[in-house]
């Protein structure tokens, strides 16, 4: 397996998707408090960053390649504008838990989702039959 796609996989491995979560909202809660804004930027970004660092270099992703979560990774979520868009999603979460806005924190979320879940909402065209 290829860096590359090492990078791709290793974004549903369940402990990578957990830390995810966890360190998103714990980030968004410690915003919405008035934490300490660098304290903050280390739960936003260190976890992740060491997990998905440890899967990439230490753990088999096979499994999670040959998964239908892993299809539907590689056919709807291997463009860099998808990791964007995310990261994009993150920041109007974090935003909306700094100025303690809970829709706009909520709307941070709905893109994240969109994001995860456009392949099940826009279907991209399958090659044309032959008729």
Same mark, same amino acid.
């Given at each position: 397996m290829t860096l590359?796609?090492?990078k791709i996989y290793q974004q549903i491995h369940p402990v990578k998707l957990l830390t995810d979560v966890i $360190?998103?909202?714990? %980030?968004v809660y410690l915003l919405w408090l008035h934490y300490n804004l660098i304290a903050v930027v280390c739960v936003a970004f260190i976890p992740s960053t060491v997990v998905s660092m440890v899967l990439i270099t230490k753990t088999d992703l096979?499994?999670?390649?040959?998964?239908?979560?892993?299809?539907y990774l590689r056919r709807h979520? $291997?463009?860099?504008? %998808?990791d964007w868009i995310r990261f994009a999603g993150f920041v109007v979460m974090l935003t909306?838990?700094?100025?303690?806005?809970i829709w706009l924190a909520a709307a941070g979320l709905?893109?994240?989702?969109?994001?995860?879940m456009k392949g099940l909402v826009v279907r991209k065209?399958?090659?044309?039959?032959?008729g």
């Open positions: 590359e796609e090492k $360190t998103g909202f714990g %980030s096979e499994r999670y390649k040959d998964s239908a979560l892993g299809t979520m $291997t463009s860099k504008s %998808s909306g838990g700094w100025i303690n806005k709905v893109i994240i989702l969109f994001v995860w065209p399958g090659p044309k039959k032959a």
